[in-house]
Nanobody, 126 residues
Framework: QLRLVDSGGGSVQAGGSLRLSCAAY????????MGWFRQAPGKEREGVAA???????SYADSVKGRFTISKDIAKNSMYLQMNSLKPEDTAIYYC????????????????????WGQGTQVTVSS
């Protein structure tokens, strides 16, 4: 079993930065795909960034070059550095983890992961 706790959201102006954190409790997420998905009001959940068991990363086109995902296995933690934020990034962000597919990630699958955090609100004003 794995429990995820995400944090770090807030309100910023366009162009600003935020760093989201996700702490994992229970099993160590060594062989998991880990990532972030988001849900904006009235929109479907969207995979944002993912990091495979071996550290390979993938990003949604909408955030490439602005967001960076990383993990620290020793601290059982994952992070999402978000720079150059835009109003369209406003959403609730959830960290996620899954062991299916051998710990390799598919962005579209992130919202269907076995484990989610409780979500953290990110609001970007223009």
């Amino acid at each position: 079993q794995l429990r995820l706790v995400d944090s770090g959201g807030g309100s910023v102006q366009a162009g600003g930065s935020l760093r989201l954190s996700c702490a994992a409790y229970g099993n160590r997420p060594i062989n998991y795909c880990m990532g972030w998905f988001r849900q904006a009001p009235g929109k479907e959940r969207e995979g944002v960034a993912a990091i495979d068991r071996d550290g390979s990363t993938s990003y949604a086109d909408s955030v490439k070059g602005r967001f960076t995902i990383s993990k620290d296995i020793a601290k059982n933690s994952m992070y999402l550095q978000m720079n150059s934020l835009k109003p369209e990034d406003t959403a609730i962000y959830y960290c996620a983890a899954d062991r299916r597919n051998g710990g390799y990630c598919y962005l579209d699958n992130l919202p269907f992961s076995d484990y989610w955090g409780q979500g953290t609100q990110v609001t970007v004003s223009s």
